[in-house]
């Protein structure tokens, strides 16, 4: 603005310069409106589908604690079938699954335990699934699809518990020493937490030379 003018002169001006562009700064508003609005509206919505997710994963752990199955399995369906994008849809369907291998419902496990492996985001919940399903295959007299899925090396902690697996599944098709070999790499890493130091310690001792002749050959439950 020219520094000349007249107080009323630049005044003037500014009104001008307002009525020109009166509905661009009007749309600006309405468009800033719009957005805040839609944001807020947005995460509103986000956060109360997180919470009906979290309520009914946690109500599936209650129906399971009180032994209703009937109600923790259609809770665990809902879930997945209403916020199939939320964590804990994957969370209850291991719950689900680990409640179906208990009733020896293996094929329903399976099914379950193997969308959680291909489907879910969480790097860590897929090989989750991905060693209990091998499990639940070596439960149904499918060793090699067990071995399958055990070929990729799982890494960090959950190698050992992969080791672990293999050892069970070798030792089910008869393969001894291969078991063994296994069993010996998941006690190599028992310091990572995630297989019992104790348990793999008998394992292996039962299969060593001087323990062979009183190992069982039986594999472990599902966990």
Same mark, same amino acid.
């Given at each position: 603005?020219?520094?000349?003018?007249?107080?009323?002169?630049?005044?003037?001006?500014?009104?001008?310069?307002?009525?020109?562009?009166?509905?661009?700064?009007?749309?600006?508003?309405?468009?800033?409106?719009?957005?805040?609005?839609?944001?807020?509206?947005?995460?509103?919505?986000?956060? !109360?589908?997180?919470?009906?997710?979290?309520?009914?994963?946690?109500?599936?752990?209650?129906?399971?604690?009180?032994?209703?199955?009937?109600?923790?399995?259609?809770?665990?369906?809902?879930?997945?079938?209403?916020?199939?994008?939320?964590?804990?849809?994957?969370?209850?369907?291991?719950?689900?699954? !680990?409640?179906?291998?208990?009733?020896?419902?293996?094929?329903?496990?399976?099914?379950?335990?193997?969308?959680?492996?291909?489907?879910?985001?969480?790097?860590?919940?897929?090989?989750?699934?991905?060693?209990?399903?091998?499990?639940?295959?070596?439960?149904?007299?499918?060793?090699?699809?067990?071995?399958?899925?055990?070929?990729?090396?799982?890494?960090?902690?959950?190698?050992?518990?992969?080791?672990?697996?293999?050892?069970?599944?070798?030792?089910?098709?008869?393969?001894?020493?291969?078991?063994?070999?296994?069993?010996?790499?998941?006690?190599?890493?028992?310091?990572?937490?995630?297989?019992?130091?104790?348990?793999?310690?008998?394992?292996?001792?039962?299969?060593?030379?001087?323990?062979?002749?009183?190992?069982?050959?039986?594999?472990?439950?599902?966990?």
């Amino acid at each position: 603005m020219d520094e000349f003018m007249s107080e009323s002169e630049q005044w003037e001006s500014v009104k001008r310069w307002v009525r020109e562009n009166a509905i661009w700064i009007v749309g600006g508003v309405v468009l800033g409106v719009l957005v805040l609005t839609g944001w807020r509206i947005w995460q509103e919505r986000v956060e !109360r589908l997180a919470a009906e997710a979290s309520g009914r994963y946690e109500q599936a752990i209650d129906a399971f604690g009180r032994n209703d199955r009937t109600r923790g399995i259609t809770l665990v369906d809902e879930l997945r079938r209403d916020h199939g994008g939320s964590p804990y849809a994957d969370q209850a369907d291991l719950l689900a699954a !680990r409640v179906e291998v208990d009733a020896r419902e293996f094929d329903k496990a399976a099914a379950r335990l193997k969308r959680v492996m291909d489907g879910s985001p969480d790097a860590e919940l897929k090989l989750v699934a991905r060693g209990r399903l091998a499990r639940v295959y070596l439960e149904q007299g499918k060793p090699d699809d067990a071995l399958a899925l055990l070929k990729s090396d799982a890494g960090g902690a959950f190698a050992p518990r992969f080791d672990e697996i293999r050892g069970d599944v070798l030792l089910a098709k008869g393969d001894r020493a291969g078991a063994l070999t296994a069993y010996r790499a998941a006690r190599a890493g028992a310091a990572t937490g995630s297989v019992d130091p104790g348990l793999i310690e008998l394992k292996v001792n039962a299969l060593e030379p001087a323990g062979a002749a009183d190992a069982a050959g039986t594999p472990a439950k599902v966990n």
